[in-house]
């Protein structure tokens, strides 16, 4: 499987406090990767230093591309999505304009040269979702377009955060503890949507601490600990280690 993001020695800090120390991981086109850990194993870190959120250095290359010296703007235009954990919908703005500013935009906001190198190759490619299918997803969110984000329940905010990143068109969607939260069935509706978008070919970094997510979903598992990866491998292969679920995820 051909590498769509590819992470070498990632160093990343907030102020003086160096929190990764040498991160190294991939993920193939199509792949769902799911990165475990306790919090302050520095898992959010990471999907910020990829999109140029917070000071890092070390290789990170998307489809080819160089991501150190571009805005996060750009790298999200090269089809890099992010769903942060705190969801970060517009509240004043209604549910409709907020899946309307997360339509894919391509042309001047991001570099000639690195939309060349996109996999998204020619720019004719239909986009994968639409906000039609955002709605056929996410019912709600039809039924209250026209209500501000902010009046949304917490559920309904991550569906909306999910949605309008997924009409920006990624090739690959970085999302961060996607259940946090969520009652049983706002996690299963999250779920297969996850479960949707890798259907139609769209990578995944999939952000959990229990990975609730992740069976049945993720390809390999990568656990963080310290700001360094301490393992990778499958998730049966994580079954079988249980030093790792001991030492780095705090479960039985």
């Known amino acids: 499987m051909s590498a769509l993001l590819e992470i070498e020695n990632l160093r990343a800090w907030y102020g003086a406090s160096q929190v990764l120390h040498g991160v190294d991981l991939r993920v193939g086109a199509g792949e769902v990767v799911a990165l475990a850990g306790r919090n302050g194993s ?14 890092a250095d070390g290789a990170r ?10 805005r996060t703007f750009e790298i999200a235009r090269l089809g890099l999505g992010y769903v942060a954990e705190q969801r ?13 500013l997360g339509l894919a935009k391509r042309g001047p ?7 060349r190198a996109s996999p998204r190759g020619a720019l004719r ?16 969110l039809l039924e ?18 999910l949605a309008r990143a997924l009409v920006g068109d990624p090739d690959l969607l970085i999302v961060d503890e996607p259940a946090e939260g969520l009652s049983a069935q706002m996690a299963a509706r999250v779920g297969a949507c996850l479960h949707a978008l890798r259907e139609r070919g769209v990578a995944l970094l999939l952000i ?8 049945g979903l ?28 001991r030492d780095w995820l705090g479960v039985g």
């Not at 290359?61 to 571009?70: H, K, S």
């Not at 501000?148 to 917490?154: I, M, N, Q």
């Open 88 to 100: 970060d919908v517009f509240p004043a703005l209604s549910v409709d304009e907020n899946l309307r």
């Open 144 to 161: 209250r377009r026209s209500a501000r984000a902010g009046v949304l329940s917490g559920g309904e905010q991550q569906m909306l955060a």
């Open 109 to 115: 906001g991001a570099r000639a040269g690195a939309l």
């Open 61 to 70: 290359r998307f489809a080819g591309v160089d991501l150190a010296p571009l």
């Open 218 to 245: 993720a390809d390999r598992v990568a656990v963080m600990g310290h700001g360094r990866i301490v393992f990778e491998g499958t998730p049966q292969a994580l079954v079988q280690r249980e030093d790792v679920v």
């Open 125 to 140: 490619r239909a986009p994968r979702f639409t906000i039609d299918d955002a709605h056929a997803l996410f019912p709600i």
């Open 42 to 55: 520095g898992r959010s870190t990471l999907a910020k230093a990829l999109m140029s959120m917070v000071e």
């Open 208 to 215: 959990e601490q229990r990975l609730e997510l992740a069976p």
